[in-house]
């Protein structure tokens, strides 16, 4: 009986009807929604000067050019941003993975003594803190003022990660450990021999968490950093994008006598910065949703 | 006698002794430990007992414990001035703005993918929806400058170009909030579904299959069964969203205002960033900082026992 209702539903499921015919036109005009403005940025960027002056671009290049990659490939100021922020992203990443792990795994033993207050020291943080100023002031204090590190040391630990790092140790099977434990293994054994391998895809996802945020990032770079030699890229996008309305405010650092550039080499800019992010897409989608839904099990 | 009592085993009432015996076995664990204990003191920590620089009148040369005190005079200051009140008008004009398009957009949203029978099509379009997700925020407003701008923007060339007259979505107020909406929904919405969609794969087959033999329509069945199996989530995330009413990231309106727009693109985080970091009033920021974390505490906890009083999960 449930059977054969569910043969008719799966007919029915492929009828043709109005009401799925708006469902998929709908989804496909949202999805090209937000595909669009990806293609207008590729437009621009591959456009020529003059086509992009007379507003002719929107879905498809016109009377393409590489002028503008090839600006941007001979712009030191464009690549030494790509290595501070890949040097940062590498950084704050593999330091970001070590605390989270090792937080994460020492709180999820049920026996070890005092995880209660050790766990809320670190969940307290999530909903109460100092605020951008009193930590701007620690930062300097420590004279990580204009320093690389203020760009991965400050936020090296995010509590979201932890929470999910340690809800999927909690809920690893015990079999294994103890019975390594009963051959004598300590804690760092089985952390390294047992846990560990277990845990490839959890700690994949946690380290594509922190990779992204790490490449998005500009604000630390912001407040932080003065020297324009150690720009992140973000922040240098940000001010070449933004380059005419900095001079007018007067806004931070370099926005006066950055040349006001063309819109195809911003565009150009903006495809060189999201490219890495566009082609990690595929894994980074995989993992993410995982990692959301762990998250959402609060731990 | 210490061996028979096995790690893993509770044991009620320890005596100081076995709790000791327990510490020392448990010493390589604290060791890894240490390091993330040390970095939330030095860096989440400090910065709380920093807080008491919204008490003084903060000078950088004599610092946190050679500055005078000056009890709430700083409070005093920053609640006269009317730039504060104007950031949280716009604070939560904004997140009220995003949150009545974005919450039900996404719920629907997520119905229509999962009324998709296609798994190819439904992953294309999940895909291509999370996308925007993933990309930053000075990108977008690069993006968005470029599609936006009132002079040469594509969607005013467009406008222009079928005779209409060309609109200021970043230069003039209401169609900058209106801009600004538009780009959260464009940002968020496919992201959003995801909690949605796995709470819908949980829906029991089985009723829509009753619900087909009562000769139900596919909205009826939408209306009447699936609504009702996942409203507790529906319920849990907009508890969420509106403990989150009095904070919005400084990405967003820092990157995408201007000087035409700042009545109402200064929210409360590009406030602080202006007084504290542009303008180096450390007092005044850190007062602000504080206001905003103590009514967000405020507003969570309110909304956590709302939750609980209507029998959902408490969300602290």
Known sequence: MAQEATSTMNKKKNKFTIGKFLNYFFLTVLAFICLYPFLNVVAYSFSGYNAVLSGKVTFYPIDISLTAYQTIMKNSQIWSAMWVTIFTTIMGTLIGLILTIAAAYALSRDYLPGKGLLSGLILFTMYFSGGIIPTFLVVKGLGMYDSLTSLFIPQAVNVFNFIVMRTFFRQLPTELEEAARIDGANEMQILFKIILPLSIPIIATIGLFYAVNYWNSYFDALIYITSPDKFTLQLRLRNLLFADELANAGGNGEGIGTQVMSQSLKMCCVVVATLPIICVYPWLQKYFVKGVMLGSVKG | ?316
């Open chain 2, 1 to 316: 006698m210490k061996k028979q009592q096995g790690q893993g085993q509770y044991v009620h009432k320890r005596t100081t002794q076995q709790t000791m015996a327990q510490v020392w076995k448990c010493r390589w664990l604290y060791l890894m430990l240490l390091p993330v204990i040390v970095y939330f003191i030095v860096f989440k920590y400090v910065p709380m007992y920093g807080i008491t620089i919204a008490f003084q009148d903060y000078n950088i040369f004599k610092g946190m414990f050679g500055s005078k005190w000056w009890g709430f005079t700083t409070f005093q200051k920053v609640f006269a001035d009317a730039n504060f009140w104007s950031a949280i008008k716009n604070t939560l004009v904004l997140n009220l703005m995003t949150l009545a398009i974005n919450f039900p957009l996404t719920i629907i949203v997520s119905l229509m993918l999962n009324e998709v029978a296609g798994m190819k099509f439904k992953k294309l379009t999940q895909s291509v929806l999370y996308l925007p997700h993933f990309i930053s925020w000075v990108v977008v407003a690069g993006i968005a400058t470029n599609l936006f701008t009132q002079n040469d923007g594509t969607i005013n060339n467009i406008i222009s170009s079928m005779g209409g007259s060309k609109i200021p979505f970043l230069s003039s107020e209401g169609w900058w909030m209106f801009t600004y909406v538009i780009l959260q929904v464009w940002k968020e919405i496919g992201w959003g579904t995801i909690i949605y969609l796995a709470a819908l794969t949980g829906v029991d087959e089985s009723l829509y299959e009753a619900a087909y033999l009562d000769g139900a329509t596919n909205l009826q069945r939408i209306w009447y069964i699936t609504l009702p199996m996942i409203k507790s989530v529906v319920v849990t995330m907009l508890i969420l969203q509106i403990s989150k009413m009095m904070t919005i990231g400084l990405d967003a309106p820092l990157l995408l205002g201007n000087d035409k727009v700042m009545g109402v693109s200064e929210v409360i985080s590009t406030y602080i960033y202006r007084i504290g970091i542009v303008r180096a009033k450390y007092s005044d920021a850190t007062a602000i900082g504080l206001f905003q974390s103590l009514v967000n505490i405020a507003i969570l906890v309110l909304a956590d026992w709302f939750a609980k009083l209507i029998g959902e999960e408490g969300i602290i």
